[in-house]
């Protein structure tokens, strides 16, 4: 997928010509080849043209001056690489005002993507083509080396939420950091001697005959305090 200007041209001996090959947006060019054509129609191979100068060109320019003969060249266009960026409750890059991102990459390339949390958020997990990846040296970018697929990721950040938990007279689950919409159980027993008198969340006194010895928070959504 590209085009060439011109694809078809007849110049008078001596003149010179430049050919400009431009690839499609989702394109790279593959190889370039230029034969030269004698007058019974035989072609020749000039030169071929797949360097990374080549293939990296949008677009590439072929010079042919003083021309003498007859030329021909073929060129061939691939696909690039796709990687798809999705940033839940963030953006790509550390500023951008996009939450979704896509790069072309040729085959064999580098791909760097950049991200961050809106504030507030810190990073849960990193998605890479289905499977989650150790978010450790990931936290502000991934990056892609020799690229020979496509690829999607979606980072995600959430909320933490902090439970804090006291007792008197007993034993408690200790302070919890959780994340936002998970569940977390607290657990409480008396020291010998003594029985449950009180719980108390957030303020708020529960009944203690629907909560004897544990209590659970759903889905966290907001910090809690409890004893």
Not at 181 to 195: L, R
Not at 209 to 223: A, G, K, N
Request: with cysteine; hydrophobic share 25%; glycine share 8%.
């Amino acid at each position: 997928e590209g085009s060439i200007d011109p694809d078809n041209v007849t110049v008078q001996k001596g003149m010179n010509v430049n050919c400009v090959i431009d690839p499609a947006d989702d394109y790279y060019i593959s190889v370039i080849r230029l034969y030269s054509v004698d007058d019974q129609g035989q072609e020749t191979m000039l030169d071929t043209l797949d360097s990374w100068e080549v293939k990296s060109a949008d677009p590439y320019y072929i010079p042919i001056n003083n021309i003498d003969k007859n030329y021909r060249y073929e060129v061939e266009f691939e696909r690039k690489y796709r990687i798809d960026l999705k940033v839940i409750n963030g953006r790509v890059g550390s500023s951008g005002e996009t939450s979704e991102a896509t790069y072309k990459v040729m085959p064999g390339g580098t791909q760097d993507l950049k991200y961050s949390g809106f504030d507030g958020y810190e990073l849960r997990n990193i998605d890479v083509d289905g499977s989650q990846v150790d978010i450790d040296g990931h936290g502000f970018g991934y990056s892609f080396m020799n690229v020979q697929s496509d690829h999607e990721v979606t980072v995600t950040y959430e909320r933490r939420y902090h439970i804090e938990t006291s007792v008197t007279n007993g034993s408690i689950t200790d302070d919890q950091t959780i994340w936002a919409g998970d569940d977390s159980n607290i657990e409480y027993a008396p020291d010998p001697g003594y029985h449950l008198k009180s719980v108390t969340v957030d303020g708020t006194e529960q009944d203690i005959t629907l909560y004897p010895d544990d209590y659970l928070f759903r889905e966290q959504q907001f910090q809690h305090r409890y004893r």
